[in-house]
């Protein structure tokens, strides 16, 4: 694709002015392109660090649906790169659309439609590696929690199901890579975000555990597998969050509950824990 319109390094080297000069659906078209690029320059730090801003801003109002339709889509592309950013891409279209619900014509359509094709990817993809060394950031977990976390403040009605995601997302058993670059963390973020949203019972802030604790029966001796590993990091870093809260929300309203819950769990593969 020409960017005779655009000097991309000269407008990261710039501090991203948004351009104003180029109209909206040519910034929505190369920008897309970029997003899939395996060159990190490209993908994230030009193309991601250039839409999270102007998004933000309110420049890509115009095309914001269009945006986000096409980040849904990409949820089955064949290219790893391109997979792990569709869900970044998504958390800035919904927060966006959160903030100024007008930016998005039919925004709980629009969300619900996004919703369909992230819930049918995030617990099943099987790429979950953090970095590669070619590649740069792919963060398919961490990028999908800030998602999921997103949909909830959206799609309130979907905040049980976002959950019971999580737990799966955590607890896949097909998973081969252990959790390196602070996924527990992200994932544990992100429930705690879906929590912290006011009207959900107690029975709803611990059911979706019911998932963990259904993958984690019947374990014994031996070698942790990756997907026990990732589950006992995520349950970790959550009881951190829910004990502490977010410096930014507090503690949500059932967290002593929900961290009984998991520490309970807990005590599974630690034993000495009082």
Partial sequence: MSTDLVRWPTIAAQGFPFPDAVPASRLRDELSAMLVSPDPEVRDAQA???AARWIREGHLDEVLEDLGDTAAER???PEIQARTFAPLVLRCVLTRGHAVPDA??????AAERWYAAFSSWFPSERDTRGWDDSLGWL???AHGADAAAAFARVLPARRVALLELCAHRMTAADADYRYAQLEDARLAHAVSRILLAPGLTAEQATGWLNVVAGALDGGGPGP???WAFNTFATLQSLHLHLTHGLAD???PPHASVVAARVAALLRLPYSWLA
Avoid: E, L, S
Avoid at 104 to 109: L, Q
């Fill in 139 to 141: 963060h398919a977990v």
């Fill in 224 to 226: 942790v597998p990756p």
């Fill in 249 to 251: 929300g507090g503690a």
């Fill in 75 to 77: 949820f089955t592309h």
């Fill in 48 to 50: 991601y660090t250039a």
């Fill in 104 to 109: 998005v014509p039919g925004a709980a359509a």
